[in-house]
């Protein structure tokens, strides 16, 4: 990797003060300041967890240790230092608040952009999208695995492979069923969900694919003048592709792009 020198970076942050709508693509390097390790390292999340497999679909929920370890996981995660927001945070509200970030497209899942910037725990298919959009989740949110209710601000520490967490609104949907005069419905109707981690995980499908989809597009329409990518190395082939895109359009445009990363991306056919 190229020596940055004093230089280049006055240059960065010219550029930078002349772009009016950024986009930032940003990933888990950005939480190493709150103590959270990097997931790919030996010492890291994975690395202690048993690799991979502890954020992999198909792996997490099929037995008690793999749930339970998942669900520490999560715990941590939400358990990191948070008592200072990070600096590069507080950057990027400075941006906001001067009216140029565009979008920041956030792969952490540890909510702390949730305190400081605009963010949805739905993102809509159509316009308008807040700043942040979450790709990938975040463990301060549960999800029902049978009516897809979200409930923000959930409290991690209750997730336990002993016991489920019932959901609130299949609950209310099955006694408003079953109170009325209505004909009755199929056993399976009357399932009541579980509450699980807002996580999207290896080899799941992301449901909110096409929400994000058409949020770049739109981005991409209102001719971004700057792209950051920083604390990622763009493994996961949505992320690297949406960061491909964003950054060949701006150098056709001679318009600056900038990696902030102590790793090179990775190879992607």
């Not at 009755?184 to 807002?198: D, F, N, S």
Request: one cysteine or more; glycine letters at 4%.
């Amino acid at each position: 990797m190229d020596t940055i020198s004093q230089e280049d970076v006055r240059r960065a942050f010219d550029d930078l003060a002349r772009s009016q709508r950024i986009i930032v693509i940003a990933g888990a390097g950005m939480g190493t300041s709150r103590g959270i390790p990097d997931f790919r390292s030996k010492t890291g999340l994975f690395g202690k967890s048993g690799g991979k497999d502890s954020f992999d679909i198909t792996q997490v929920y099929q037995t008690k240790a793999s749930t339970d370890r998942f669900y520490k996981l999560v715990q941590t995660i939400h358990q990191a230092p948070s008592e200072e927001i990070p600096s590069i945070y507080k950057f990027f509200k400075a941006l906001q608040d001067k009216g140029c970030l565009l979008r920041i497209y956030q792969q952490n899942i540890d909510g702390l952009d949730a305190r400081i910037l605009e963010s949805d725990v739905d993102i809509p298919v159509k316009p308008p999208w807040k700043t942040v959009i979450r790709m990938h989740g975040d463990v301060s949110v549960a999800k029902c695995d049978t009516c897809h209710t979200k409930y923000p601000a959930f409290d991690p520490m209750r997730y336990s492979s002993a016991e489920d967490i019932p959901c609130d609104a299949c609950s209310h949907h099955r006694n408003v069923r079953a109170s009325s005069n209505r004909r009755p419905m199929r056993a399976c109707a009357y399932q009541v969900g579980k509450l699980l981690p807002w996580v999207v995980m290896y080899n799941e499908h992301n449901p909110d694919l096409e929400a994000i989809s058409n949020c770049s597009i739109h981005d991409l329409k209102a001719r971004p003048d700057a792209i950051i990518v920083i604390g990622t190395t763009l493994r996961i082939q949505a992320t690297h592709t949406l960061a491909r895109v964003l950054c060949l359009t701006a150098r056709r445009r001679k318009l600056p792009t900038f990696w902030i990363s102590n790793e090179m991306p990775a190879k992607k056919d």
